[in-house]
């Protein structure tokens, strides 16, 4: 009996001990939460505008880009344009669980229009007049990446080219706009490979690019390489290295729609970057970028002062091909430089102070000694190409809150070839913290180079913004912006051909954003 009772126990606890095992057991198999593999972000952006400056050009239909009064159409007036345009932004990720994170699938897609613009239709930036059912869907980025180690990354398909060492897929847009190269020189998106390595103290990337390719058997590509380094120096200093090459064969072909892209073509006169006159001699160009840039706390996160900035000087050579032999069309060697201050006063990032100069060298006679000493930027091949956006000006600088409008009085660093020195004082305060700010600040810039007809005082800019936040990741805005212009624009060459300075442009406009997770 006693043996049959020590039998009966044993029994029960290698049960009790072999049910715990196995519960602990499927416990580490089956995770509580599952693994997420698909993941979603979307932006929604709406805003109502009241301005006097708008394209005259109705083929247009209000998409604009680049610089104002250029062959983009854009006037000012003493009438009041009012519209409204709406912004979607879905980013699809796809990560499976069966390759162990190491492959990443994105694929992000823009949706834009104007209020009831265009419906029945095919074609981007239209889509919501009565009735809707527009094709109307754009495609921004479909790109995998690889992870074979831990911080390093393989990128390839079609991909955010930006000018800075950091992952943009990875980083938040403050970054983007406050170190590197800013998206001053490149700032969009183009199909290739890079590669990139992230590690404790540096990281660096390298990638190869295909602007536009012509015809396949032929040697008529336009095709960009880049290789970026970035040492943390101290913990709060960190000190990058660049360079870029560009390989241009294409002889203005290619780009977008009838404008083209390369250095003699019509885009240079939208985008407002120095357009090569040629004539209609067939071209080749290799052009080098060689760069350095830094920055000391750019976001003002570890203590109350930030510093940022760059050099970079673009050099190369543009050859014609006038009675079959090649002849020098032009030398390239002109330079860029910026720096950014920031103090924060207050204990929210939004109580702070900041000031931010650009100058770019300009060239005097255009390419008449076959020399131009001025900056070239990715706008001579994308419209946009380079987005300088992250220093607080509305309508002297580019401002980023745009859905089909993206123009500036300086909409590319280069301003036409004739360079620019400038720059935004800005001061910011959060009224209620993290929930009402409000901001001053002013823009004002000086061409080092004066058009012939005009002077060198391009205009100073006042302008506020004010930002409530409802909820986490939404914010409705409330912006407002003035310019002076100077006497830069008594020049017709850089006033749409009139002789008489256009009005001094203003916008004033309500706006809705919204980030989801």
């Known amino acids: 009996?006693?043996?049959?009772?020590?039998?009966?126990?044993?029994?029960?606890?290698?049960?009790?001990?072999?049910?715990?095992?196995?519960?602990?057991?499927?416990?580490?198999?089956?995770?509580?939460?599952?693994?997420?593999?698909?993941?979603?972000?979307?932006?929604?952006?709406?805003?109502?505008?009241?301005?006097?400056?708008?394209?005259?050009?109705?083929?247009?239909?209000?998409q604009i880009v680049g610089r104002l009064f250029s062959s983009n159409y854009t006037n000012t007036a003493k009438k009041v344009a009012t519209y409204a345009e709406q912004r979607y932004l879905p980013f699809f990720i796809y990560q499976p669980k069966l390759l162990d994170g190491k492959a990443i699938l994105r694929a992000s897609f823009e949706i834009d229009w104007?209020?009831?613009?265009?419906?029945?239709?095919?074609?981007?930036?239209?889509?919501?007049?009565?009735?809707?059912?527009?094709?109307?869907?754009?495609?921004?980025?479909?790109?995998?990446?690889?992870?074979?180690?831990?911080?390093?990354?393989?990128?390839?398909?079609?991909?955010?080219?930006?000018?800075?060492?950091?992952?943009?897929?990875?980083?938040?847009?403050?970054?983007?706009?406050?170190?590197?190269?800013?998206?001053?020189?490149?700032g969009s998106d183009a199909v290739g490979v890079s590669v990139r390595q992230d590690a404790d103290y540096y990281r660096w990337k390298a990638g190869a690019y295909q602007l536009y390719e012509n015809n396949v058997q032929e040697n008529d590509d336009v095709i960009m390489s880049e290789a970026m380094l970035e040492l943390d120096i101290t913990p709060t200093w960190k000190q990058g290295f660049s360079g870029w090459y560009v390989f241009d064969r294409g002889n203005g072909e290619g780009g977008v729609s009838v404008l083209g892209q390369g250095l003699n073509s019509m885009l240079n006169d939208y985008n407002g970057t120095f357009s090569f006159n040629f004539g209609g001699a067939k071209y080749k160009a290799d052009v080098?970028?060689?760069?350095?840039?830094?920055?000391?706390?750019?976001?003002?996160?570890?203590?109350?002062?930030?510093?940022?900035?760059?050099v970079v000087a673009n050099m190369g050579k543009a050859q014609l091909d006038t009675t079959g032999s090649w002849v020098t069309g032009a030398d390239i060697l002109g330079f860029a430089a910026n720096l950014r201050a920031g103090y924060k006063y207050g204990q929210t990032g939004d109580d702070i102070v900041t000031a931010d100069f650009i100058y770019t060298s300009g060239d005097d006679n255009g390419i008449k000694d076959k020399k131009y000493s001025g900056v070239i930027t990715g706008n001579t091949w994308g419209s946009p190409g380079g987005i300088f956006i992250g220093h607080g000006a509305y309508i002297l600088f580019p401002h980023g809150n745009v859905v089909n409008r993206f123009v500036a009085a300086v909409s590319d660093i280069s301003n036409i070839g004739y360079g620019v020195a400038g720059g935004t004082l800005n001061l910011h305060h959060d009224f209620i913290p993290y929930k009402l700010m409000g901001k001053v600040g002013m823009a004002s810039a000086l061409?080092?180079?004066?058009?012939?007809?005009?002077?060198?005082?391009?205009?100073?800019?006042?302008?506020?913004k004010i930002r409530y936040t409802p909820r986490v990741f939404m914010d409705i805005e409330l912006h407002g912006a003035y310019l002076a212009l100077g006497d830069f624009y008594d020049s017709p060459l850089v006033n749409g051909g009139q002789s008489n300075r256009h009005k001094d442009p203003w916008t004033l406009f309500t706006s809705f954003r919204w980030l989801m997770f």
């Open 114 to 186: 104007t209020w009831g613009d265009a419906s029945y239709g095919v074609g981007g930036n239209f889509g919501s007049a009565f009735s809707a059912d527009q094709v109307n869907i754009q495609t921004q980025n479909v790109e995998l990446e690889l992870i074979p180690a831990k911080g390093w990354a393989i990128n390839f398909g079609l991909q955010r080219l930006f000018d800075t060492p950091n992952n943009p897929y990875r980083t938040g847009l403050t970054t983007l706009t406050t170190t590197g190269y800013r998206l001053a020189f490149w």
């Open 447 to 464: 061409s080092p180079v004066s058009p012939k007809g005009g002077g060198s005082y391009i205009g100073t800019e006042l302008n506020f």
């Open 1 to 62: 009996m006693r043996s049959l009772i020590s039998s009966l126990l044993t029994v029960i606890f290698s049960t009790s001990v072999s049910a715990q095992w196995i519960e602990e057991q499927e416990k580490d198999k089956v995770p509580k939460v599952p693994v997420k593999e698909f993941t979603y972000i979307g932006f929604y952006y709406t805003h109502v505008v009241g301005t006097n400056f708008y394209a005259t050009n109705d083929l247009l239909k209000g």
């Open 288 to 310: 080098v970028w060689m760069g350095t840039f830094w920055n000391r706390n750019a976001e003002l996160n570890l203590d109350c002062w930030g510093l940022s900035g760059f």
